[in-house]
């Protein structure tokens, strides 16, 4: 059998290239692709996030978009002869893919991931701790299923485990053995991450993987100091530590996204995924002493800015306590180019308006003639490009985006999406006319603007007058359930919301009212002075409702479902929280059992007591309230202790994290990463 040839990877724009050079001198870990293909020291993965399987797979021209781009990551597995691949989530578009959907994607796995080829890696961890399902085996190391690449995932926001048994899409291609597929947790207040940890020759990785989390819940567990990564007691410092984790990186408000100070001081190198834009070579942490990759998607879900840049997944070589990393080129992705315009700038007069709209033409067709020019000799070369033109009409009247869209059909792939409209807001102008200025005329809008907001639209119909607010249901938990109802067709969601709180509420009257006086009529009097309840009145009931305290959070939840609807941008122009409000916790302390079971059971030794918080709210009670004047609030918050952390978590204005400053004994420092060229080691200090 001939050998397949290795595909060497090629410098692209826009990016750093210090971390692709490699000196020859320098030069650490042994070259792979030429001296020895087979090396038994080298794991190499392939790295990459966001393949949304599915996205618009019903559209005749961008059906297959998804579809192609993860096949040419599958292929770059084969040709690259890695040992495994790592997703950062999102592998599915939508949270229950069609049948359709379902049946590619386990086509492909079939096709590139089932064959005779031996799997070079050794699995050490416990798998009964490290795999949910039933089975608790590796793919590969299972007698009845010959897995020549073996496929590493942890879920995205997409595709994230919801309704009944909390099962995600990832759970489907686990129990069939195509994927491997790690990072549930099921305590999100107390989160206790055990790594896979795998062993090829004389290297050693431990994968923490934590699925996506909503980012202000996350954010309140590493506020408590309740996210614990679990270490291997036997040579910690010969294991080299990779996060996997999809979350906000850029900061949309100040908790709502993972800084990059919560990350454990120990790991070496994070995979960031739910970021589109690529940013695929590993940046040096400005506060720690990992590298950080961010490869983006592998197919354009929205038309921003971020999207338009070159696509990339890269292959990790580790040996020991070194890496080294290469991107390559995702060449099947749809060309896609995007500018922008000023009227303004064209020196024609408003009133000609069949000028302007020849003279916006004209940069269309320059832009469509642009996209040839980038997939020219590509897979890509015969797609039609995405193009998108932003035009600033300040002091201009707009145009019909659909209409002028109309002359490039068969041209481009998005012939109603071409113009997006808008115009600068003045600033020195009356208030009624300032008011009209703020409001963007976008013909266009992105599909996530057409949305309701699910808040805006309980708050319509339950908020005209005091006796239209409700009387028990609590309206956060109708916010839940609404939107799992739309966005994630969960058709019973509201039945077992209202299912639950009728049981919560029950419980919590019989504990306030006597049977002497369980009588209708006291009851009733009873709930129109008692409800809505607050949480000093509360004593203990249990819930499994999520809560959102913040109604605001959970809208700015909404808009943060879908990441990729707005422009995604990083850098440190962006707001950040200041560095020193976390501080690193070591957790040396964590004891090895044996070499297939080497965690301490987070039973054993609770270092943390965490409060629970819940929501509760029960079904409409058809009792009228004697006073309109009660506040509309109707969640529950329980607090499980008697001490005063309930106040602290569930304040709207939480404390910075200034506050554990003072709590967190600084963390024992380590020795420092240093690069070599492209390779990456570290220096330990020996005690």
């Known amino acids: 059998m001939e050998e397949e040839e290795i595909i060497e990877p090629k410098d692209f724009e826009n990016e750093e290239s210090e971390n692709i050079q490699i000196d020859e001198n320098e030069k650490q870990i042994p070259n792979q692709t030429t001296n020895d293909p087979l090396n038994k020291n080298i794991m190499r993965i392939l790295v990459a996030t966001d393949n949304h399987l599915g996205y618009l797979e019903r559209d005749p021209i961008r059906g297959d978009d998804s579809f192609n781009s993860f096949e040419e990551i599958l292929k770059y597995a084969h040709s690259l002869k890695v040992d495994m691949v790592l997703l950062g989530g999102d592998l599915f578009h939508d949270n229950k893919p069609s049948r359709s959907c379902l049946y590619r994607t386990m086509e492909l796995f079939r096709k590139y991931c089932l064959g005779d080829s031996p799997v070079r890696i050794q699995f050490l961890s416990d798998q009964s701790v490290n795999f949910s399902n039933q089975f608790h085996t590796v793919n590969y190391e299972d007698p009845n299923f010959n897995i020549s690449l073996p496929i590493f995932s942890i879920h995205g926001n997409h595709d994230d485990p919801t309704g009944e048994g909390g099962l995600a899409a990832l759970d489907l291609l686990s ?133 338009s840049k070159d696509k990339f997944v890269g292959l990790l070589e580790v040996y020991k306590n070194q890496f080294r990393f290469k991107p390559f080129p995702l ?186 006086d369980a009588y209708p009529d006291f009851i009733a009097k009873y709930i129109d002075d008692n409800f809505p309840l607050s949480h000093q009145n509360v004593s203990s009931v249990n819930s ?60 054993s030794n609770k270092t943390t007591t965490t409060t629970t918080t819940t929501t509760i709210s029960s079904s409409q009670i058809s009792t009228r309230r004697k006073s309109s004047t009660q506040s509309s609030q109707t969640s529950i918050i329980i607090d499980d202790d008697d001490d005063d952390d309930d106040d602290e978590i569930n304040e709207d204005n939480d404390k910075d994290f200034e506050s554990d400053e003072e709590k967190t004994p600084p963390s024992k420092k380590r020795g420092k990463v240093k690069q070599v060229g492209s390779v990456s080691k570290r220096s330990r200090s020996k005690k």
């Open 175 to 307: 129990v069939s053995n195509l994927v491997n597929y790690f990072g549930k947790t099921e305590d999100i207040d107390d989160i206790t991450v055990y790594p896979l940890l795998l062993g090829k020759g004389e290297t050693k990785i431990a994968i923490y993987g934590l699925g996506n989390i909503r980012d202000e819940r996350l954010h309140r567990t590493f506020q408590k100091q309740s996210v614990k990564l679990m270490r291997p007691v036997e040579s910690k410092d010969e294991w080299f530590n990779i996060l996997v984790l999809h979350q906000n990186r850029v900061a949309h408000n100040p908790k709502n996204y993972v800084h990059e100070k919560m990350i454990e001081s120990f790991i070496d190198f994070v995979l960031w995924g739910h970021e589109h834009e690529c940013l695929v070579n590993p940046q040096a942490s400005s506060v720690g002493e990992f590298h950080i990759s961010q490869p983006g998607s592998s197919v354009a879900t929205a038309l921003s800015e971020g999207e």
């Open 331 to 516: 060449n099947t992705v749809r060309p896609f180019i995007m500018d922008q315009i000023i009227l303004a700038n064209s020196n024609i007069h408003p009133t000609q308006q069949n000028d302007v709209i020849q003279w916006i033409e004209q940069k269309v067709e320059s832009m469509i003639e642009q996209a040839k020019l980038k997939s020219q000799g590509k897979p890509n070369e015969s797609m039609l490009p995405l193009i998108r033109l932003k035009v600033d009409y300040t002091g201009y009247s707009t145009i019909n985006p659909q209409k002028f869209g109309q002359r490039f059909q068969g041209r481009v792939a998005n012939p109603n999406d071409v113009l997006l409209f808008h115009r600068k807001k003045p600033t020195t102008l009356s208030s009624k006319k300032q008011k009209d200025a703020e409001l963007d005329v976008n013909s266009i809008k992105e599909k996530e603007e057409d949305k309701v907001k699910v808040a805006d639209f309980i708050s319509e119909f339950l908020g005209n007058t005091p006796n239209d607010r409700l009387q028990i249901l609590s309206e956060n938990d109708l916010f839940n359930s609404l939107h799992s109802f739309v966005e994630k067709d969960e058709t019973d969601s509201i039945l077992k919301m209202v299912d639950l709180s009728l049981k919560s509420t029950q419980k919590y009257l019989n504990s306030k009212i006597s049977s002497k």
């Open 544 to 603: 499994d409702l999520l809560p959102i305290n913040n109604p605001n959070e959970f809208e700015s939840n909404l808009l943060d479902e879908d990441s990729h609807a707005h422009e995604h941008t990083h850098g440190h122009s962006q707001q950040m929280i200041d560095d020193n409000d976390y501080h690193d916790h070591d957790h040396d302390d964590e004891n090895i059992l044996n070499q297939r079971t080497i965690f301490k059971s987070p039973q």
